[in-house]
C-alpha cells in the first residue's frame, strides 16, 4: 500500500514544526511594534512538535539597512516556552522571524539519558545509533576543531568493547548538544510562515517632557506681536526648567476672509491677528512663515538655538486652508464644491462660523494632494523640524497618513509624529498601528480616581502597550480642563505630579505655569482670553509660580529609569477615593517609586494604602524607606498597609523613591545607594527617619 | 497639477473604511471560532473611517452547504462599534464577514440636523444638495414602493418655495435613512479582507457528562470476562443517573509479544488479560473487536440501544499496535527500524517494559498512514460511534489530525472529538484550534483553591474560550488524583460537584461512584488493581455510594442553563482558603447559582463570601434568597458578606440557586418562579427560609 499526497496533506504535514504565541506582536504581525533606540527587544515564543523530539530554535532578525539575517539562538524556559534578544542599535525597523528544527541528535541523548538513568545497562543498540547520528551531524559541520570530539565520540560509543560507563559520559557530553544546536540540518529547519516588524524611533518617541507656546505672545512689549526671536529668549528656561520639546502651533501667514474675532463666534475687529489655524493668505501657504513672525532664516535659527539646548522643534501641520490660500486658485479642485459653485467651509460646531476650507480627499486628483502634503512636511524637514504635530489626523484617510509617514521614515527614521486629536477608540488606535508615534491622551478629561486608573490601565496594557504611545497633555490651548477651572495652585500641582509620573510623555501648555484658568462662559472648554484668536502675553516669573516643582519633576524623570516607561505602572488600593496610589519599578528593581496623590485640592485627605509589596519586589517582614522627593522626607513603613495623610496647603503629593536598607556589620542602618545615570542630587542629605 | 497614484498610494486610498476588532475570531479570523447548534451567534466590530461620514454596515454569513451569503444589518452601538447576529441553526462550519459602506444620504441628514438645530435657518443649497443625492438614491431602488417617498421628497424640499419648517421635516425623515441604508451604493461597498469561520457541533460536544467503564469488567459472574452484551445492561442505569456519554477503551484484539501482567512492569501469567491499548493480533487490529467482547454486531445493538437511551458512545482511539498488529506484516515500513533491523517499541517511563510499537510518521508512505487512519475513524463512524477520544494526539502529527477531522466533518459534522492526554500548553491549544471539539483538562491535577481558580480562569477567559472545551474528569483509569487516594466519601463528593459545576463538560471513571482510591505503591498515581491489566468488577451498588448525589448533580446541570456553559464562571473571595466560591449566571440572571465548597474532606471550615453582587445582578440594598439543592433549604442573604460553615458530615457543599424575592401588595414574601426548561422537580416545595 502506497498513497500519494494530496496537496492538502502535504502541505500539513510540512506544518510538523509549529509557533504560535509569538510576542510582542501587533495582530499577529500585521502591524509594526514600536521601542526605542538602544532597548533590548526580547522576543518569546512557544515553539512545538507532536512526540518527544529535541527542538532547536533561533531568531533571526534584520535592519532594513541591511540585506542578511544576524541570529540569535533561542533559549529553551519551558513547557513550549523559547525566548531570545537583540539589541536594538539603530533607528528604523527591523524584520524578525523564528527558525526552528528538530535535534536528532539531541533527542537521542535525551532518551539514553531516560534509559540510563531507569538502570538499563544494555544500550549497544543505542550507541550503535547514536555514532551514526555523530557522523551525520560530522558532515555538516566545516573542516576544524568542531569536527574532532565528534569524530572522537562517535569512534569510542561506536566500538562495542568500550566500557558502557565510559561510552555513556562520552554520549551525554554537553558539547556534542552543543555542536549539534550550531549546526542544525538545513533540511530540518522550518521558519514561521511570516516576519514581524518593530519600528526603533528616538528616545524621545516614547520619553520627553513637552511645552507649548504662542510665538507671536512671547513679545516683553506689551501689545506687540512677538516674533521667533523672541521664542529664542525662552530657550534657556525652557532646557533649565527641563523640558525637551518646544510645540509651536501652526506658524504660516494667516487667512483675512472669514478672520475670527476674539472667540470663535465673534467677528473680526481691526488688529485682529486670527486663527493660526486659517493657514494661508496672499504671502503664502504651508511652507511659508507668518511675516510679522519672522523670516525663514530666522525659523533656521530658532531650531539651531533650540538643537543646541537640546530641545526639539514640534510644529504643528494642519491641513485646513483659509479661502486665501495660494491652493484655492492654483488647485480650485482640492476643494469640496457645493450646488451654487462655491466651496464647502469646514463643518463646525453649531453656532461657530468657518474661516477655512477642507481638502476634499475625495477628489480625482488626490494623489497630488498626497504628494502635496508629503512636499510640505518635508520642507520644515529641511528647515530642521524633527517632530510634527498632526492636527486632526482623524479628518485625513488613514491611508494618506500611512504613506506619508512611511515616506518620511525611508529617509528620516529620527522624525516624531503625535496624532493630535481625541478621535473616536478605534480610529485612534489604527493611527498609532499605521505609524504615528504618540496619540494625544484623553488626560485632561480623566478626573477622578476610577476614570484615571481605568485610562492607565487601557493605555499600559495588552497589546496597546506595544504600539501606542498616549501624550498627556495637562492643557491644550483649546481645552481648558475642569478641575483647572479657577484652579488653586494645588489644583495644577496635581494635575502636573499625575501627568508627569504617570506618563513618561507629558507636556503643559503655557500659563499652566501661572495657573491660568479662566473659562469663556459657552460652554465649550475654551479659554477666555484665548490665545487662538489674541496675544496672551505673560510675565517672565509670578511669585509663586510652579517653575521650581515642574523643575524638580523634569530632573528625577530624567534621573529615574523607572519614571521613563509607562508598562510598568500598578495601582494600589486606598481607603480614601480621593487618594490615588500607583507605583513604577524598573525589572532589575534597582528604581523604584511609590506615588500618593491628594485628588481634591482644596482638603486635607488621610487613609490607609494597601501595597502590592510584590510589585514593588517588596516582602511583608522588611522594612523598606520611602524618600519623598517634594519634601525631601524619608520614613520607613512596613508591609503593605500604610497610613498616609496630604495637606494641599503643604503638598498634595508623597513622590517617594523606595529604598530597602541594608544591616551592615556595625549594627547601623544605612541606604542601598541607588544612582541611576546622570543623576543631579535633589536637596541636600538630610535624611529624616520618622517612624 | 495633477500626478498619477503609485499603486502604494492606490491600494492605500482603497482602504478608506477600515475594520478593527473584529470578535469573536481566534487568532484574527486563522483559526475558526467554536460554538454549539442552536445558539445565536453574536459579531462584534468597530468600523470607521475619517471625517464626519456616515456609516452602514452588515454582516454577511454563509453555511458550508450555502452557496449565497445571508445579510444581517449591524447596529451602531456607539463609538465605533458595531453589533449583529445570527442564529447557528446547522452543523458544520459557517464564514462570515463585514460589509461596510459610506452612506452619503445619512451624512447629509447628520449634519442638516447639527444646523437646524443651532438655529441655522437658510438651508436652500443644503435642500438643494439633498434633493439630488435623493434622486441618485432613487436610481439604486427598484421600481416600486420605496421609491414612492423618495420622489416626493426631491420634490419638496427641491422646491424653493417650500416652507422651510415643512422641508426640515421631510429632509430628516428616518424613513429616507432606512431606504438609504437598505439600499447601500455598491460601489462605495467595502468588505473586510478576509472571512472568519465558526465550527457548529452539536450541543453535547459543549456540554455533557461522561462515564468510562471497561467491558471487560461488566459481568456479574466473578471471575468471568464480561462482554459488551454486559455493558447493555448497564444503560438504563446510566440514563438514570444522568450520563450522556458511556467512553469505552479500546476494543479491539490485544497483542500476545511482551503483554503486560499486572502492572505495567511486571510479567504476563497465564489468563492475564494485557491492555486493551496493546492493539493487534492474529484476530485483526484497529478495525476489529475482540472476539471475547462480542461481535461487531453486538457492538452494532449496543450503539443502537445507547442511542435509544440517549446515550452517545464514545470510542477510544489509539494508534499505538502490539508487535503482532496485522500492520507489521503488512505495512513493516510504517514503523521504526532500529540499527540491528528491529522495530524500535515505544518509549516508556523508566523501568516499564513497552508492549507496542509506533507509528513513525517520518515514513516516506506516511500518506498512506494517514489514509488508514481516517479508514478506521469511518469504519467506527459507519457502525454508529460519533465521539472519538482520541489517546495521546500529541504523538502524531498535529497536520494529521487537521486533515483527518476535515475529512470526517465535512460528511459528519455531528463528530465529536476529545484528545485525550495532557501535553505541553502550546500544542493543546493548537489541537483546539484545529478542530478537536473538546481536550482533557488537568482539572485531575489541580487540588488547591488557588490551582482550581487560576486553571478555571485560564481555559474560560479571552481568545481561548472560543475555541477550547476543556473536560473536567475527575479521574482516569491511569491517573488517581492525590486528593481522592484512600478518599473518604466527602473527597470524592467535592471533586465530583467541583468538576460539574465548574464545567460543562465532565466525566467519571467507574469505581468513583465507590469512591475507589487504592493506589499503586510505585508513585505512578496508578490504580492498585488497575483495570488496564486485569478486569475489577464491581456489585451494581455499594450502600452509601454517590450514586443519589450524581443524579442529583445531573439532573440540576440538565435543568439550569447556567452550569451550562463555562464562560460565565466568577470566583468570589473567601475569608477562608479551604472554601472556594463561585457563581454562574445567564445573560438574562433568570437562572443564577452560588457554589460554595469546603475543600477539606476531613474537617468543618467556616469563614465568610464576598461576593461580586454586580456578577450575580444582585444590588447591595434588596435580600435575596439562595436555595441549596443538595440539603434543600433556602437561606435569605443581603450584601457582599456572607456566613458560611460546611461540615463535610453533612454535605461539603452549598450547591444554591439564587432567587429575589418579590413583595406583592399583600406584604407576603414570594419567590419570582424561575422555571427553566424541562426542569424536574427537586424534592419537595418545602422551603424554610432561615435568616
Known sequence: MSLAATPTMQRMNDDRIRFADIAPAVQGGKYPVKRLLGERFAVSASIFRDGDEQLGAALRFMHESEKGYQHAPMKFVGDDGWQASFM??????????IVAWTDDLATWQHALKARWEAGDRELLLEFQEGASLLRELTDRVPRGAARVPLIQAAMLIGDPSHPVEESILIALNPVLTEISNDFPDPAKMVATGQSFQVVVEPTRAGFAAWYQLFPRSQSLTPGKHGTLRDVLRRLPELRELGFDVLLLPPIHPIGLTNRKGKSPSSDTEPNDVGSPWAVGNWQGGHDAIEPSLGSIDDFRMLIGAAHAHHIDVALELTLHC??????????????????????????????VHSDVYVLDFDCNDWPSQWQEILRITQFWIAMGVNVFCIDSPHSSPVGMWDWLITQVKRKQPDVIFLANGMGKTAISHELARIGFSQCLSAYPMKST???????????????????FRPHFFTNTPDYLPVHLEHGSKAAFAIRLILAASLSPLYGIYSGFEFYEGNAAQDGSRRYQPSEIYELVQRPNEVPGS????????????????????LDNVTFHATS????????????????????????????VQEGFVELQLEKLGLTPDRVFLIHDLLTNQTWSWKGARNYVRLDPETSSAHFCNVRVPVFKETGHVDLLEVKPVGVPPLGGERLAINS
Open 88 to 97: 536594538l542599535d539603530q533607528l528604523g525597523s527591523y524584520q524578525y522571524s
Open 322 to 351: 483659509s479661502p486665501d490660500h495660494p491652493y484655492v486658485k492654483e488647485c480650485p479642485h482640492w476643494f469640496k464644491q457645493r450646488a451654487d459653485g462655491s466651496f464647502a467651509y469646514a463643518e463646525q460646531p453649531p453656532g
Open 449 to 467: 480616581k476610577a476614570e484615571l486608573e481605568a485610562h492607565v490601565n487601557e493605555v499600559s496594557t495588552g497589546e496597546l502597550a506595544q504600539y
Open 546 to 565: 510652579l517653575k521650581p516643582l515642574i523643575k524638580l519633576i523634569n530632573q528625577t524623570r530624567r534621573a529615574h529609569p523607572s519614571l521613563q516607561r
Open 576 to 603: 480614601n477615593p480621593q487618594l490615588i496610589c500607583y507605583s513604577k519599578m524598573t525589572e532589575d528593581h534597582s528604581d523604584r517609586f511609590v506615588i500618593v496623590v491628594n485628588l481634591d485640592p482644596s482638603k
